[in-house]
């Protein structure tokens, strides 16, 4: 077994699905399925388990997961000491919101990159609220995201910005909120909420501490389209406001004052503290520490 194939094994445990990994991992769904049968026979265990319907990952499954969790940090650290004569090599994996991507990345980059040039970035880019599953997963070595009330056993947090969290109406459609006595009616003011994440709990902490049950008109995935069906008017949103002010629709977009505030978010850098070991995520962590 080698590297290559340790990697869409790896991919295959996270997204448990054939076609997803294939896709993302540049291969045909049989050459993927040749692969994943080639190290069952080398290991002579039964990896996952799978029917026309799901894929799930067998006790052994696991254990291997581990080895090859274990391995390919290895092989970045023996990589990453190899180069360090000629520079430092190797490739860190990064995940972050669209929004961060170009607000938050481009100065760590611009600065990471002249220094360590002979680093490959593998950057990827979705919902901000999947960023820590996705690190404590090992899907990947570093994203951005908000520190929530309780960090992680075992992540590291490098903190950048601090951004409130704000309710967001469309300019076009002022009648998307209903008052009552000169009061926002939450009963029938439409709302669009994120599905899950630190958004979500912060939003449905504040309507609780008021005794508020929302009218929720959606629950969707990424602070991007809330602002999006906000400027259709399909209702009110709660969105990060760095996330608006970096929107091609923020102009559409108004803000209406609330008391008491939502509680803002902390925006930073999270690794897990074991990745910190490997020469190329110390060297990006020592940057972002220094931007």
Known sequence: MDNR?????????????FGQTSRACH?????LTRIIQRLEEELGETLFLRDNRSVSLTAAGKVFRL?????????????????MEEGLGGEITLYCSVTAAYSILPAIFQKFRSVHPGVHINLQTGD????????????????????????????EFLEILETPLVFIVPSAFPETIQ????????SRTPVIIANFGLS?????RWFLEK???????????????????????CGVGVVPGLVLEKSPLQEQIDVVAVSPELESFSIGICTMRKNMRLPQVDAFWEIASSV
């Open 5 to 17: 194939d340790l990697k869409l094994f790896k991919h295959l445990t996270s997204s448990l699905h």
């Open 27 to 31: 291969v045909t769904p049989s050459a």
């Open 67 to 83: 080895y090859a969790d274990d391995a390919l940090q290895r092989y970045e650290m023996l990589r990453g000491d190899l180069s």
């Open 128 to 155: 901000a609220a999947l960023a820590l599953t996705k690190l404590q997963n090992k899907e990947v070595d570093i994203t951005v995201a908000a520190l929530p009330d309780s960090l992680p056993e075992r992540v």
């Open 179 to 186: 008052y009552q006595e000169e009061r926002v009616d939450w």
């Open 200 to 204: 979500r709990e912060r939003t449905d």
């Open 211 to 233: 005794n508020i049950v929302p009218n929720v008109y959606a629950q969707v995935a990424g602070n991007e389209a809330i602002i999006a069906m906000v400027a259709l008017g």
